[in-house]
């Protein structure tokens, strides 16, 4: 072989070891870019994840309020229909007294 093909043939092998070299860091640095977005996307549904949490927990802080609320009114109207009763036997008893 003769100095010239033997660095044709040296070239052609160089540049294509350099493109496979090259393809291969260029998808790399794909992958890695990709890794980003995804770890971006990760850390984003996580912080919106803590902000529903602690919405939910709120709302369930309300709705224990509101259930004590609606169990004190249950309460008070229980206590309304016992004074109307004691109120009704007063009436009677101070009308036989004659007050």
């Given at each position: 072989m003769d100095p010239a093909t033997i660095v044709g043939?040296?070239?052609a092998i160089g540049g294509?070891?350099?493109?496979?070299?090259?393809?291969r860091i260029n998808a790399l640095q794909g992958l890695a870019a990709i890794n980003q977005l995804l770890q971006s996307t990760i850390d984003n549904l996580q912080t919106e994840k803590t902000a529903k949490d602690a919405a939910i927990q709120r709302l369930e802080n309300k709705v224990e309020s509101?259930?004590?609320l609606?169990?004190?009114k249950a309460e008070v109207a229980q206590l309304h229909v016992k004074?109307?009763?004691l109120t009704g036997r007063v009436e009677a008893i101070?009308?036989?007294v004659g007050a």
């Amino acid at each position: 072989m003769d100095p010239a093909t033997i660095v044709g043939l040296s070239s052609a092998i160089g540049g294509a070891l350099i493109g496979a070299i090259g393809g291969r860091i260029n998808a790399l640095q794909g992958l890695a870019a990709i890794n980003q977005l995804l770890q971006s996307t990760i850390d984003n549904l996580q912080t919106e994840k803590t902000a529903k949490d602690a919405a939910i927990q709120r709302l369930e802080n309300k709705v224990e309020s509101l259930e004590g609320l609606v169990t004190q009114k249950a309460e008070v109207a229980q206590l309304h229909v016992k004074v109307d009763a004691l109120t009704g036997r007063v009436e009677a008893i101070a009308t036989k007294v004659g007050a």
